[in-house]
């Protein structure tokens, strides 16, 4: 007998939102979709009502990480991780955040214990955590922390990108106000997130020589001073040193050219000082296709670009496009040697 692949470990998210919406619709559609072996680390009892709800006949089995693979086939796997003490869709619920961060731990852990191959995130209800105590400004930090707890002396640190098949992001700043960017955006964080960004380029896409384009940070990227000095005195050096390292980077550029589509043919990935600079165009170019990729861990993690959408939730109407491909990019950046997410 042929040995089953190990497979994705899929995380709960927020409870009340689509994520057991769109594990349940993945599984059903497995074979159209094209996805490998999967397991969500959830409440089984809660995934039972979910599919009661969309009125789905799919069989559920409660197993291992270690068995999945083989009960894929005729049935979702769910490995129990703790209740999740929610069951209304749509209704937030403060009291689920231990599950839903009990969840991603047992994620990471199981990747880290080679159980399975990749981490994908089901959306979480930031607001709904702070309330229980999460400090983490995002899924991204936290991973970072929990890659850090097993490597003490890791020295990079996570990198946000959203990835479709039209164009590449990555915001140097993440979750911080407007306000607080200029004063957060330094020569070394950029070359530091560039750097890695050109790394996982290399080692998990296939682009044997990655190009970067960085965004100015102010309107026509600063006009050489005139409209704010931050593109001059810190984005330009940061990219005379990148390509000093022998990284392909050309900037500052003004953002409100970059993306059309001839510009994006001279690039392979855009930096962006703050989140909406580049989420913004990589949203409206790819929305139901581009998937949420952390650079700089030790192991893979992706999710779908949008979020917990609890209007939708329980009522079949999400769109399973960005979660089924974070699946199956997830699948392939565990396979390297045969990934390229575009020639």
Request: hydrophobic share 40%; net charge negative.
């Amino acid at each position: 007998m042929a040995k089953l692949e190990k497979p994705v470990a899929i995380t709960l998210g927020e409870p009340a939102g689509i994520g057991p919406d769109l594990t349940l619709q993945a599984w059903y559609n497995r074979k159209k979709l094209g996805l490998p072996p999967f397991y969500i680390r959830g409440d089984t009892s809660l995934i039972s009502q979910r599919a009661e709800k969309l009125e789905m006949n799919v069989t559920l089995e409660s197993c291992t990480p270690e068995d999945a693979a083989a009960c894929f086939s005729h049935a979702l796997p769910v490995v129990q991780t703790g209740p999740a003490l929610s069951d209304t869709p749509g209704v937030e619920n403060p009291e689920t955040a231990a599950s839903v961060l009990a969840s991603i731990e047992h994620c990471v852990e199981d990747v880290l214990q080679d159980r399975a191959i990749a981490v994908v995130t089901n959306p979480i209800n930031k607001a709904a955590l702070y309330k229980a105590g999460f400090t983490h400004p995002g899924h991204t930090e936290f991973l970072g922390q929990l890659a850090h707890k097993h490597w003490p002396d890791l020295p990079s640190k996570p990198v946000m990108m959203i990835a479709g098949p039209d164009l590449m992001v990555v915001p140097v700043t993440i979750h911080i106000p407007l306000h607080e960017v200029p004063q957060a955006l330094t020569e070394d964080l950029i070359v530091e997130t560039a750097q890695i960004v050109a790394s996982d380029l290399n080692t998990r896409f296939g682009f044997s020589a990655p190009r970067l384009a960085l965004c100015g940070l102010n309107p026509h990227a600063g006009e050489n001073g005139a409209m704010g000095t931050e593109d001059r005195d810190v984005i330009q050096p940061a990219v005379e040193r990148l390509k000093a390292a022998g990284i392909h980077a050309t900037g500052p550029h003004p953002a409100d050219t970059l993306f059309h589509p001839d510009a994006r043919l001279k690039y392979d990935c855009v930096l962006g000082m703050y989140h909406d600079q580049v989420l913004i165009p990589a949203k409206t170019i790819g929305f139901d296709d581009s998937v949420n990729v952390t650079l700089g861990l030790p192991f893979i993690r992706t999710s779908p670009d949008h979020g917990t959408a609890y209007t939708l939730a329980g009522t079949g109407m999400a769109r399973i496009d960005s979660f089924s491909a974070s699946i199956r990019m997830a699948h392939a950046l565990a396979h390297p040697e045969n990934f390229r997410i575009r020639a």
